[in-house]
């Protein structure tokens, strides 16, 4: 059996994991003393409550090798063989614990960089998913996820600067100044880091500055995963951009795939933010 693991920065939920085969290994999240492991000692919504609530911003913290050690021991003592894919390693160690962790002592495991996060990381495990489906060995998964991760495009629009100036990302004056302008960041990753592409004025410009990256990009590839995400304790943002965007969605699909997107990225934009993961068209 094939076996597709993650890490909980691909903000699957915990429960769909379960029910797909997927197992879900946490990173921990510490708000003051307080250290809890993500998404099953602490929920999506416990986390935005905490967040809205605390002064301080919390911190994430990577998986280490030895609880990768542990999974890939259950593994091994299975008889299965598994795909890892994790969160880009130009944001966390996380993905060079489960390189050391295997080295050398499995021959069965198969360590993905998905230089992803989020909505983008998790458009690869549900494409693994989708290989494995369709009979692939754990090799084949690994080796075509590989390829096409450099693909995939995560684009976001971020509705405060609150967070990032709490982080220390940007001052306490450029905080002010983007907010009584209502200025909505938007970002993307691009080589597995977090980048600026641009600055909106206001949400319906955000939200047409979206569209535009996207129609760039050559339009969506409706056969792939596509995954639309939200921060924050409601999704009012991601409604308004979706009925706004309809005719990206209308001629692609009916059933768009929503999730909240947790404490990795929550923990540095906030409340409010939407993003949108998907592939481009081929030769786009």
Known sequence: MVRIIT????????????NMGV????????FGDEVYKDCYELSVE???????????????SQINPFTFEEVFDEVEKSGDSAVVILMSSKLSGTYQSAVMAAAGDYDNIY??????????????????????????????????????????????LLNTLEYL?????????????????????????????????????????????LRELIEKSGGIDFEMPILLGYTGLERTML?????????????????????????TIGT??????IALGFLPKQGS
């Open 239 to 263: 409604d308004k951009y979706v009925q706004d965007s309809r005719k990206l969605w209308e001629k692609g699909t009916s059933n768009l795939s929503v999730i909240r997107v947790g404490s």
């Open 23 to 30: 197992t879900v290994v946490p990173m921990e999240i510490s």
């Open 46 to 60: 416990e986390f935005y409550k905490k967040l809205i609530e605390s002064d301080e911003i919390p911190k994430t």
């Open 111 to 156: 360590i993905v960089d998905s230089l992803n996060v989020t909505v983008g990381e998790q458009c690869l495990v549900l494409y693994a998913l989708k290989l494995r489906d369709k009979g692939l060995g754990a090799k084949e998964i690994a080796d075509e996820i590989d390829a096409i991760k450099g693909n995939v495009k995560v684009i976001a």
């Open 7 to 18: 890490d909980s920065a691909s903000d699957i939920d915990i429960e769909l994991a379960k």
């Open 165 to 209: 100036k709490k982080g220390g990302r940007i001052s306490s004056t450029a905080a002010l100044a983007g907010g009584l302008l209502s200025i909505k960041p938007v970002v993307a990753v691009e080589n597995g880091e977090v980048v600026i592409l641009g600055k909106a004025r206001g949400s319906k410009n955000g939200n047409n500055m």
């Open 268 to 273: 540095h934009v906030g409340p409010g933010a």
